[in-house]
């Protein structure tokens, strides 16, 4: 009484239920009531905070239900356990710890929390533990302030994290945040139907997360069996490519915002574990489909530290046992990147339809193994691309016209090694080169031409303008600097060639072989 200060023993509040309506979206069941209390005249603020004493607060097996009518959807909050041990503004209370405590089911998935704070003291500091375990994250897609460009079948969400607040006097509030998060048993599929992304879990442990400060500090995270549905249409474009796009500003540009803090940002290690690629391909005559399988993946060292380097490493398998695999390091800033790229069994007549349109052909059979070094320079107005060190080797090719039984040509070996190529400096070169038994058959048919000529695709004819309308002149543009292309050696083993002739009354067929030759420089 001396302080003027209420001091409570005990509060406590057994099952109280509280429902909620939303009504529209900016509108609820109890608007009614905020309205009158805004509307009610305000007293006087008072210099110094109300002074009170509350003890042992406690809401025992509370309920809300939620129901939000603008968007279809009901939330309940079950189970409720709350409890405040001790709140306290007395000047003699002020270094006091407050331990709440509470725990509910919330949409069926349980959550609890624990926390130490002293909210009168001059650092005012609080520590909020957080644990949140199978959360279904799909019901509140529809709350997302952005359209969001897929359809979200599934995903469960865990959370076991640290979130530490102070505001000192007269300085900036901070908070920070650490301890991990799952997201789990995710699905989620094309606006237009077909299934885009699965995954088992993707876990992030969090060493330091300051969103006041933009700092953002992550030790690893760890992605287990993504499968992803990949399509390359007939354009080009890829279809993930819009669900990335973003929409046309509407409306008047809004003012320019406060610069930001400076982005500082660390990732220690991300890995993919077990991942399924399915690669579709619609560019060429016809659609390939392809599998990459136990796709593994690793990123370390990700800093916004200038001139930090971070390594990288990718390695899978085709659905055909073909072995592909990429590492090297890498600069954000600025952007640079060097490694090896390498693929082994690759098998030539799947990937057959892209070239097609550029060769009439059926490719019979052909494996490639290749492998090269590369550079990417970004700093430049055009970036420099390097591959050094190219090797390629081809293995039982064979070519067939169409619709014919004979191949025209088969080739056993050819085997490239020490080559390179740089845009910038637009050269080629193909460094030492080794071919092995090429059989070329070849027909001179009646009318005098060289069957081997259907094999380039005859250009489609240009439409006729109408008649006495000009051609439009085509667009001047500077010329491209030509390639330079250079060969060290070449050995040719084991050749033949084989001619059939029919513009004579009687055919013949002539041939050369075996051919050996050896080019230099």
Known sequence: LVRFAPVVDAIRLTKPHARIVRLTPDRYNFSDILEKLAAAP?????????????????????????????????????????????VSS?????????????????????????????????????????DLRDFDVTPFVVYSPAKVPLNLVSAK??????????????????????GKTELKSVAADFLAGGPLLRLASLTTELSAIEPLASRYEIARVRVVSPEVWVKREKGGEFALARLFRAPAPAGAPKP????????????????????????LDERGSRPIALE???????????????RSRLLFELAGTTDLKELLAVDGEATLQPVEAKGKVRAQQVSLPRLWPLVEPY????????????????????????????????????AEVALRQPRAKQEFLRLARFDMRGGAFDLVARHISLGEVTSKGLRLAAVREKDGRIDLERLVPAKAAEPAAPEGAARPAPAASAPDK?????????????????????????????????????VEK
């Not at 607060?57 to 001790?86: M, S, T, Y």
């Not at 990459?292 to 200038?306: E, F, H």
């Not at 009439?360 to 070094?373: K, N």
């Open 90 to 130: 007395l000047e003699s209370q002020r270094q006091v710890l407050v331990e709440p405590r509470f725990s509910a089911i919330a949409n069926g998935a349980p959550i609890k929390a624990r926390a130490q704070a002293k909210p009168f003291a001059e650092a005012r500091e609080s520590t909020l533990n957080l």
């Open 359 to 394: 060769l009439v052909a059926d490719l019979v059979s052909g494996r490639l193994d290749a492998g090269t070094g590369f550079v990417y320079d970004g700093r430049d107005a055009e970036p420099r691309i390097v591959l050094e060190g190219i090797e390629a080797s081809l």
């Open 256 to 279: 320019a915002a406060a610069p930001p803090s400076a982005l500082s940002y660390k990732l220690d290690e991300l890995i993919v574990e077990g991942g399924l690629v399915h690669w």
């Open 42 to 86: 305000k007293a006087e603020a008072s210099a110094e905070p109300a002074r009170f004493a509350l003890y042992n607060i406690e809401v025992l097996d509370g309920r809300v239900d939620v129901d939000d009518r603008a968007v279809n959807r009901k939330h309940a909050l079950a189970d409720i356990d709350l409890g405040l041990p001790f």
């Open 482 to 518: 030509p390639f330079t292309i250079e060969l060290a050696k070449a050995v040719l083993d084991g050749y033949a060639i084989r001619v059939e002739d029919l513009t004579r009354a009687e055919a013949f067929t002539w041939s050369i072989e075996p051919l050996h030759a050896t």
């Open 157 to 178: 969400l865990d959370l076991d994290l640290a979130v530490t607040f102070a505001q000192p006097a007269g300085k900036a509030p901070t908070i920070v945040i650490a």
């Open 292 to 306: 990459l399988r136990d796709l593994r993946a690793a990123v370390r060292n990700v800093s916004s530290a200038p």
